[in-house]
């Protein structure tokens, strides 16, 4: 028969002393937790164990001992040896590793004179923080699957409920001292574990807040047809709606009962973090050295030169453009309409040069909610400038539409077609003599004035295209910020681990899907090189699927 020792990384130097493991039944494997250091007290080592078992719910034992002698311990190895007769068990491993060497030797002592010693015994090594934080293990309490035969479901299970083993570290006054994972201290500094005892009533605040913010905006002044189509046009609301979504979920005090919705919750948190740090950054950007001062003094003779360029603009249209023969009389109304609007454009950004500095000095206080606050509140502060493009747009496109429009249906009165509202379809129709006379003027005269029309058209469409791509820019900058999972990819490229059980949940199907395997196979592992006791050296292995 074969013994597989699942041996943890941690323990490779630890001092001499007891392993605490399980033994997994029926499967003859055992699965080493722990080294409690000598000296300790038998005793006081057993209540330990029974109380250990207790609250993890494991069959936690003693499974044999650990020799590493130092200086001064020759008779260690013998002394452990003995100890068996103090836990009795009915396979006594007596491992013992020389410092400066790499090699093990392992001894099995049984009491079963049939059974004798065992052939063979495959050591392998894992990593205890790996194993815990891979979740890995069985998602139903640990219970074992009768239809799985292998033991590594049973290995993950023993490793993830003996979590009470672990939270004794060497700065605690107990009667043992250990060897673990995280024996050298617990992962979390004291800061961190005031964090979490202070997280609760901060969520609880927060969540109250973000209820009576959205009850405010669920209000029926609010939700009037006027407000709400003004709110969704504004991308700063959009953006305040999306945010209060995102912390209502991160704030929510229930827990995340399965992997993906604790990888959407932090990646929800690490966006929000990154987004008000470089919203932070920004400001103290344009705070500093009176940036806002010279931002305000260059917007108004930026207005002036856009305005400047585009009664150019609008002079080359009025002429002949390109040498383009245009309809003079159209011409000149489009010309001389458009330029009003732009001489209403300036007088309005005139008379509002006085108040340009107190406004973007409080704009600039946005990016403390976020970087993706200022971005929105730009997009929108683009819209409200160009607004006068945007109507030059939607005049031009309304005027080229009708000529095109009128010229279609003129062309179907020409074909003795016409177009049925109620059927949805082109129907044969009979015109007098009259209607195909007013028709043939009415076509001739809209043909002859679409070309002014589209040259307009296709200018002001071009005008419109440029400022759509900067708020496009702004708007994708915004949605990669919301949306870049940066928690997901930080484990990616660090502890990619970490990753292995939601990757697992999906791989394998262990919700639902019973007929696939729920656990990695033995082919997934680089497991380990057998070897007979006594006189050998164990070479370690590593569980592979951990390092992926």
């Known amino acids: 028969m074969v013994l597989k020792i699942f041996f943890p990384q941690c323990c490779n130097k630890a001092d001499s002393g007891l392993l ?5 039944p029926g499967q003859n494997s ?7 250091h000598y000296p300790f007290i038998p005793g006081q080592v057993k209540q330990y164990i029974h109380q250990m078992r207790g609250q993890s719910g494991v069959d936690l034992t003693v499974l044999g001992s ?20 103090i836990f009795p068990q009915g396979q006594w491993l007596q491992l ?10 392992c001894h099995v002592l049984t009491r079963d004179p049939r059974g004798g010693e065992k052939d063979k015994v495959i050591f392998i090594h894992y990593e205890q923080r790996k194993v815990m934080l891979s979740q890995l293990h069985p998602i139903d309490n640990g219970v074992p699957d009768p239809q799985t035969e292998s033991q590594l479901p049973q290995v993950f299970g023993t490793v993830c409920q003996s979590e009470p083993l672990f939270f004794l570290d060497k700065y605690d006054d107990g009667p043992v001292k250990m060897t673990h994972w995280q024996s050298e201290g617990r992962e979390g500094s004291i800061i961190v574990e005031l964090m979490k005892q202070a997280s609760t009533p901060v969520c609880l605040l927060t969540t ?51 992997h993906n919705h604790f990888m959407r919750k932090a990646n929800i948190f690490v966006s929000f973090f990154v987004d008000v740090s470089l919203g932070l950054l920004l400001v103290s950007w344009m705070y500093r050295e009176n940036r806002i001062g010279k931002l305000a003094n260059t917007l108004v003779p930026a207005a002036d030169y856009v305005a400047k360029e585009l009664e150019e603009l609008l002079q080359w249209l009025m002429g002949a453009p390109a040498g383009l023969k245009m309809n003079r009389a159209l011409d000149q109304v489009l010309g001389r309409f458009f330029l009003y609007h732009i001489h209403l454009w300036i007088s309005y950004i005139h008379l509002m040069s006085p108040f340009v500095e107190m406004i973007l000095w409080y704009v600039g206080l946005s990016a403390c909610l976020g970087l993706t606050f200022a971005l929105s509140l730009l997009s929108d502060i683009t819209a409200l400038l160009t607004f006068h493009i945007y109507c030059f747009y939607v005049y031009g496109a309304r005027l080229y539409c009708m000529t095109v429009y009128g010229l279609s249906s003129l062309w179907r009165l020409f074909r003795g077609k016409k177009w049925n509202v109620l059927r949805q379809r082109v129907d044969s129709c009979s015109y007098d003599l009259d209607q195909l006379f007013i028709g043939t003027l009415l076509f001739t005269i809209l043909l002859f004035l679409l070309p002014t029309t589209a040259l307009y058209y296709l200018v002001f469409t071009l005008l419109r295209l440029v400022v759509v791509m900067f708020q496009g820019v702004l708007h994708l900058s915004v949605d990669f910020i919301n949306s870049f999972p940066l928690f997901a990819m930080g484990l990616r490229l660090f502890r990619s681990y970490r990753l292995a059980g939601g990757r697992d949940c999906l791989s394998f199907g262990w919700e639902n899907k019973p007929q696939q395997h729920r656990y990695p196979t033995h082919s997934q592992f680089r497991l380990c090189i057998p070897v007979k006791p006594h006189r050998h050296t164990l070479h370690t292995a590593s569980l592979g699927y951990l390092f992926l």
């Open 208 to 258: 109250w807040m973000l209820t009576l913010w959205t009850s405010l905006c669920s209000s029926r002044i609010l939700n009037m047809r006027p407000m709400r189509f003004i709110s969704s046009k504004l991308s700063t609301c959009v953006q305040l709606s999306y945010r209060t979504e995102h912390l209502q979920t991160v704030c929510s005090p229930t827990r995340a009962t399965a």
């Open 30 to 36: 055992a699965v080493v937790l722990a080294v409690i």
């Open 66 to 85: 650990w020799s590493m002698p130092k200086e001064g311990q020759e008779g260690m190895e013998s002394f452990l040896r003995d100890l068996s007769t």
């Open 20 to 24: 605490v493991g399980r033994w997994i």
């Open 96 to 105: 013992s590793r020389e410092m400066g060497k790499i090699g093990f030797r």
